[in-house]
Protein backbone atom coordinates (compact mmCIF):
# COMPACT_ATOMS: atom_id res chain seq x y z
CA UNK A 1 0.00 0.00 0.00
CA UNK A 2 1.69 3.14 -0.91
CA UNK A 3 0.94 6.33 0.99
CA UNK A 4 -1.44 9.38 -0.04
CA UNK A 5 0.28 12.35 -1.43
CA UNK A 6 -2.03 14.81 -0.30
CA UNK A 7 -1.41 13.84 3.55
CA UNK A 8 0.63 16.03 5.07
CA UNK A 9 4.15 14.50 6.62
CA UNK A 10 2.36 14.37 10.30
CA UNK A 11 -0.10 12.36 9.12
CA UNK A 12 1.84 10.25 6.66
CA UNK A 13 3.58 9.25 10.66
CA UNK A 14 -0.07 8.69 12.15
CA UNK A 15 -1.22 6.60 9.08
CA UNK A 16 1.90 4.91 9.51
CA UNK A 17 0.68 4.12 13.60
CA UNK A 18 -2.70 3.46 11.83
CA UNK A 19 -1.39 0.86 9.48
CA UNK A 20 0.75 -0.82 12.75
CA UNK A 21 -2.42 -0.85 15.29
CA UNK A 22 -5.33 -1.62 12.51
CA UNK A 23 -3.57 -3.26 10.18
CA UNK A 24 -2.94 -2.86 5.87
CA UNK A 25 -6.22 -4.43 5.21
CA UNK A 26 -8.18 -1.47 7.50
CA UNK A 27 -6.26 1.30 5.64
CA UNK A 28 -6.34 0.55 2.47
CA UNK A 29 -10.01 0.47 2.92
CA UNK A 30 -9.60 3.78 4.39
CA UNK A 31 -7.70 4.88 1.22
CA UNK A 32 -10.31 3.73 -1.05
CA UNK A 33 -13.52 5.31 0.62
CA UNK A 34 -11.34 8.65 -0.65
CA UNK A 35 -9.59 11.50 0.62
CA UNK A 36 -11.90 13.27 2.79
CA UNK A 37 -12.65 9.83 5.11
CA UNK A 38 -9.12 9.26 5.34
CA UNK A 39 -8.00 12.61 6.29
CA UNK A 40 -11.09 12.50 8.90
CA UNK A 41 -9.69 9.09 9.90
CA UNK A 42 -6.14 9.98 10.06
CA UNK A 43 -7.00 13.45 12.39
CA UNK A 44 -9.32 11.49 14.27
CA UNK A 45 -6.02 9.18 14.92
CA UNK A 46 -4.02 12.08 15.91
CA UNK A 47 -6.47 13.58 18.30
CA UNK A 48 -6.93 9.94 19.93
CA UNK A 49 -3.04 9.44 20.35
CA UNK A 50 -2.40 12.87 21.66
CA UNK A 51 -5.16 12.72 24.38
CA UNK A 52 -4.00 9.73 24.84
CA UNK A 53 -0.60 10.37 25.54
CA UNK A 54 -1.54 13.51 27.50
CA UNK A 55 -3.50 11.21 30.34
CA UNK A 56 -0.44 9.11 30.34
CA UNK A 57 2.05 11.77 30.91
CA UNK A 58 -0.46 13.34 33.75
CA UNK A 59 -0.57 9.91 34.97
CA UNK A 60 2.93 9.92 35.20
CA UNK A 61 3.24 13.22 36.25
CA UNK A 62 1.22 12.62 39.29
CA UNK A 63 2.97 9.48 40.47
CA UNK A 64 6.25 11.48 40.77
CA UNK A 65 7.38 13.08 43.82
CA UNK A 66 7.30 17.25 43.42
CA UNK A 67 9.97 18.11 45.26
CA UNK A 68 13.90 15.83 45.23
CA UNK A 69 15.50 15.79 48.64
CA UNK A 70 19.18 15.04 48.41
CA UNK A 71 20.44 12.45 50.85
CA UNK A 72 24.01 12.68 52.06
CA UNK A 73 26.14 9.48 51.75
CA UNK A 74 26.39 7.28 55.12
CA UNK A 75 30.20 8.18 55.34
CA UNK A 76 29.60 11.97 55.24
CA UNK A 77 26.67 12.27 57.52
CA UNK A 78 27.85 12.30 61.55
CA UNK A 79 27.05 9.55 64.04
CA UNK A 80 26.41 9.98 67.21
CA UNK A 81 29.22 8.24 69.21
CA UNK A 82 28.64 6.78 73.30
CA UNK A 83 31.62 5.25 74.39
CA UNK A 84 32.14 4.35 78.36
CA UNK A 85 35.91 5.33 79.14
CA UNK A 86 37.17 6.72 82.70
CA UNK A 87 37.74 10.27 83.38
CA UNK A 88 41.35 11.89 83.25
CA UNK A 89 42.09 13.87 86.35
CA UNK A 90 45.99 14.15 86.47
CA UNK A 91 45.82 12.69 90.12
CA UNK A 92 48.59 10.86 91.24
CA UNK A 93 48.90 7.00 90.27
CA UNK A 94 47.16 8.06 86.62
CA UNK A 95 49.38 7.40 83.85
CA UNK A 96 48.09 9.53 80.68
CA UNK A 97 49.84 7.05 78.32
CA UNK A 98 47.43 4.03 79.61
CA UNK A 99 44.31 6.69 79.49
CA UNK A 100 45.31 7.83 75.93
CA UNK A 101 45.52 3.70 74.90
CA UNK A 102 42.26 3.26 75.90
CA UNK A 103 40.56 6.17 74.80
CA UNK A 104 42.16 5.19 71.40
CA UNK A 105 40.56 1.58 71.50
CA UNK A 106 37.30 2.98 71.87
CA UNK A 107 37.76 5.20 69.51
CA UNK A 108 37.91 1.71 67.20
CA UNK A 109 35.80 0.02 68.35
CA UNK A 110 32.79 3.12 68.01
CA UNK A 111 34.90 3.59 64.31
CA UNK A 112 35.43 7.43 65.08
CA UNK A 113 36.71 8.38 61.37
CA UNK A 114 36.81 11.65 61.95
CA UNK A 115 39.73 14.12 63.62
CA UNK A 116 37.33 16.46 64.92
CA UNK A 117 35.19 13.40 66.65
CA UNK A 118 38.40 12.62 67.85
CA UNK A 119 39.59 16.01 69.87
CA UNK A 120 35.70 16.25 71.04
CA UNK A 121 35.88 12.57 72.54
CA UNK A 122 39.40 13.19 74.16
CA UNK A 123 38.12 16.89 75.60
CA UNK A 124 35.17 15.49 77.08
CA UNK A 125 36.92 13.12 79.19
CA UNK A 126 39.71 15.25 80.59
CA UNK A 127 38.48 15.72 83.94
CA UNK A 128 39.69 18.22 86.95
CA UNK A 129 43.52 19.80 86.84
CA UNK A 130 43.90 17.93 83.40
CA UNK A 131 41.79 19.91 82.23
Known amino acids: MENPTLLSEAQKVALDKLTASLGPEYVEFLVSQGPEVLNARVESFKQYEATLLGKVQDQVASAMPTRYVSVPDEEARP????????NYSGKEG???ILWIREIEMAMRS???KLDH???SLDISKLDGRAR
Open 79 to 86: RLLRVEVK
Open 117 to 119: QQV
Open 110 to 112: GLI
Open 94 to 96: ENL
